[in-house]
């Protein structure tokens, strides 16, 4: 049965034409604090604009919502940064992502801060809990969490389950090095157990596995491949491509040919993407890096777009494309500390950048 439905939610994503439906957003999950503080959005033309109904007019049709398990827990340094997504506020934005007529990526953690190839901390609930008792914690949290959203109904239509899982998840249990074979058992038990809740709870939705080493064939490929080999249950390979991180473009399109090749029945998305337009009160980057690989301008910022939305339109098994922290907007705030300035709202003024134009043309606006 469960087989069936899936099958079901796989041809009812197709378009009348044969292809696979594409789906474009981004992950937006600062959204309802932004809106706490009273943030002005504008449009092209300089006027205010309700944001999540703005992004529907841009052509956006899916919402990407990160959910940590406890991020009252989270360094004070995290919090700052936009640490704060529990489940209850998770539901709420959930629900408004609905109400503006757009569907739902639910990005689970597993953690209570930041999850990525550099640190994949274990829960403070989790942290005494041996390999099975781990597994056992994954699968009762994530159909939990599940359940929840399902009652308020806005059971999520894609699951991510784990965030940059490059390096593993929940260490050091399940830490591991990708293009290596030790301990994938007990990766893939993690992997098996959330999932394994996806299904039980969310039939028709499908299941995302992200990764960030899109530049790099070798990991990529050893990964997935290790997937395969230990019978995971997932729908989409999910990648992160930031090209100040990850190579070029046409680097990004051979490995995107190569994983059709190699995983034909994978749809693959761009789970998370963003660049540069300015290095003004960042934090973390210094001004004038990352310029070889574009200028560090707006106009650097939406010829990055327009770059990659046309190498990705050459692959058909590419179907999701997803902006990272599009939301960003310091225009009469203080939401989060220091400036990330790889958003698509101008930090000055709030207006929207021109890379938003460049970005809808990934499904032919």
């Not at 940059?164 to 249990?173: A, D, K, V």
């Not at 249950?233 to 190569?258: A, C, K, V």
């Amino acid at each position: 049965m469960r087989r069936l439905l899936l099958l079901i939610t796989l041809f009812s994503a197709l378009t009348v034409s044969g292809q696979p439906k594409r789906y474009l957003g981004g992950d937006v999950s600062m959204i309802p604090s932004y809106e706490n503080q009273g943030t002005v959005y504008k449009n092209f033309d300089g006027k205010p604009v309700r944001l999540l109904p703005f992004l529907k007019q841009q052509g956006w049709n899916m919402i990407r919502v990160r959910l940590f398990v406890d991020p009252q827990n989270a360094p004070e340094e995290h919090k700052g940064e936009g640490v704060c997504q529990d489940l209850r506020y998770v539901t709420a934005l959930c629900r408004q992502i609905r109400k503006s007529g757009m569907q739902v990526m639910l990005d689970f953690h597993y953690s209570d801060t930041w999850a990525d190839p550099a640190k994949q901390f274990t829960p403070k609930r989790w942290a005494l809990c041996d390999r099975q008792t781990m597994a056992d914690s994954v699968y009762a949290y994530t159909r939990a969490s599940l359940l929840a959203l399902k009652k308020a109904g806005v059971v999520p239509e894609m699951i991510q389950v784990g965030n940059e899982i490059t390096n593993g998840m929940l260490w050091p249990t399940g830490k591991l090095n990708p293009a290596g074979d030790e301990n994938w058992d007990t990766v893939t038990d993690l992997l098996k157990a959330g999932c394994r809740a996806c299904r039980e709870v969310c039939p028709q939705s499908q299941i995302i596995i992200h990764t960030e080493k899109a530049g790099d064939w070798d990991v990529t490929k050893s990964y997935y491949q290790h997937l395969r080999r230990y019978g995971v249950d997932y729908d989409i390979i999910g990648l992160s491509y930031y090209p100040m991180w990850h190579g070029t473009i046409p680097n990004l399109g051979e490995n995107l040919r190569r994983l059709n090749r190699l995983f034909p029945d994978k749809p693959v998305m761009i789970v998370e993407t963003a660049a540069y337009y300015s290095h003004e009160r960042d934090p973390w980057a210094k001004p004038g890096q990352y310029s070889e690989f574009q200028e560090i301008s707006p106009e650097g910022q939406a010829a990055f777009t327009r770059e990659l939305v046309a190498e990705l339109q050459k692959h058909h098994n590419v179907t999701g494309l997803f902006w990272w922290f599009p939301e960003e907007n310091a225009f009469g705030n203080e939401v989060t500390k220091g400036w990330l300035n790889r958003g698509l709202f101008d930090n000055h003024t709030g207006q929207v950048l021109p890379a938003m134009k460049e970005f809808g043309r990934f499904i032919g606006l």
